[in-house]
Every structure is written in structure tokens, then in C-alpha cells.
């Protein structure tokens, strides 16, 4: 990485430590970086070094740890969106670079949920060496946990399992979608088809965001019907 970009990197990180986390300023900087190099510029702002290897908590089926592109997470950010009133959900948050990132661009709050405890460690002292006070990583099997993550509005999938634990996780996914409308962003991870989930746009040949539809469908009754109709 060029020297310029490399010395932006250690100033962000600097202001970030000291408590001064202006979004502004990070996308400014993040952008003026050759797409090429963001990746090791994001790493270096974030002060990652080796990451810790898989362990045997990793259960079978699942995808080893391998960090979203800078690149792809920004097409969520753009694509979903991700405001800052959103809640960011990173299902296999691995060491927390996804969710760390995605709030320091955007705002949002961020929830990691990752099922290895050396790598929920190692997220959580991201998180507290960049002072984040709505970014959080909670240890657990993703598909089990996703559905009490009520308050998640925008919940990421990086290829993290497939098959029966997919299955699963989308099941819980469903239950959420009964209290508000999600958006489901999927990197390299094509879903199977869900009645309660609609896709809204692909982006290249790994992003695509779905929408949750149950709200609207629990609406259609009512439309077109009479106050008194629809009250009774």
C-alpha cells in the first residue's frame, strides 16, 4: 500500500481511538484509496494483525472464517441501505470487521454473531480498542440466535453455512419479519426460495438484497375496506 494511504490509515485510526468518529471523514478517506488496496487500508485502520485459525467450535457445514471484501460491504451499505437508525446484523461476524465497519461508515448500530470464542474475542477487543459503543458481538450459534436479534433491521449473510443450518436460520429470520420489514444482504450465498422474502435487486454476480413481505400481506385484507370494516 501506498505510503500516502498508509500514513490516512494510521491518522483515522488515531482520531477513532481518541474517541472522534466522523463518518464523513472515514468514506472520504476509505474512497480516496485504490479499491484494490481498501481492504489492507480498512485492516489498518482497525489495527488487525493474523487472525486467530478456526477452532472445533466450528460446526460442520460451515464456511471457515474469511473476511468480506471492502468492496462488496460497501455495495450493501449503498444498496440496502444501511442508515445509522438501522441495527446491522453480521451473521458469522468472524473477528468483527464487518460490523465494525459497517457502523463507522454509516452509524448503524452493529451485532456480531459468531460461534467461535477466539474469534468473538478478538472482535471484542476491536471494538473496544475503537471505543464503539453500538457495536456488540455475542457468542453463539448464528442460527440459532438470529431470531431473538428482534431489533435487527438489516441482516448480513457472507456465505456463512448452507443447507439444513440455512434452512434454519431463515425459519428464525421469518419470526422477526412478523415485527417489521428486514432487508436480507447475501454475499456469494444464493437463498432458497422464501415465500416471505423478495429480492430486490442483485448487484454483480455475489450481492443480492431481499426485502421482507410479510407486513405487506398482512395488510391486504384490510385495504379498499371501510374505518368500521376494517376496525371490526
Excluded: N
Excluded at 95 to 123: D, K, M, S, W
Amino acid at each position: 500500500m501506498d505510503t500516502t494511504h498508509w500514513d490516512s490509515a494510521a491518522r483515522i485510526r488515531s482520531q477513532i481511538e481518541s474517541g472522534v468518529h466522523d463518518r464523513e471523514r472515514f468514506r472520504a478517506a476509505l474512497l480516496g484509496v485504490p479499491p484494490g488496496e481498501r481492504d489492507a487500508w480498512v485492516d489498518h485502520v482497525f489495527g488487525l494483525g493474523d487472525l486467530p485459525e478456526d477452532g472445533p467450535e466450528l460446526p460442520r457445514g460451515c464456511v471457515p472464517y474469511l473476511p468480506c471484501s471492502v468492496d462488496a460491504l460497501l455495495g450493501v451499505v449503498e444498496h440496502a441501505p444501511v442508515l445509522a437508525s438501522d441495527i446491522f446484523v453480521d451473521v458469522g461476524a468472524g473477528a468483527g470487521r464487518a460490523a465494525a465497519f459497517v457502523h463507522l461508515l454509516t452509524g448503524a448500530g452493529a451485532i456480531g454473531l459468531e460461534i467461535q470464542p477466539r474469534l468473538v474475542v478478538a472482535a471484542r477487543e476491536l471494538i473496544a480498542r475503537m471505543r464503539f459503543s453500538r457495536v456488540s458481538c455475542v457468542e453463539g450459534d448464528a442460527a440459532d440466535l438470529a431470531g431473538f436479534i428482534t431489533i435487527g433491521s438489516v441482516f448480513f449473510l457472507y456465505c456463512p453455512f448452507s443447507g439444513e443450518r440455512l434452512d434454519k436460520m431463515l425459519t428464525c429470520l421469518e419470526q422477526v419479519a412478523h415485527t417489521k420489514t428486514i432487508r436480507v444482504c447475501c454475499v456469494d450465498l444464493p437463498l432458497p426460495p422464501c415465500a416471505w422474502l423478495t429480492p430486490e435487486a442483485s448487484h454483480g454476480a455475489d450481492l443480492t438484497i431481499y426485502r421482507s413481505t410479510i407486513l405487506d400481506r398482512d395488510r391486504e385484507p384490510t385495504m379498499g375496506l371501510p374505518p368500521r370494516e376494517r376496525a371490526s
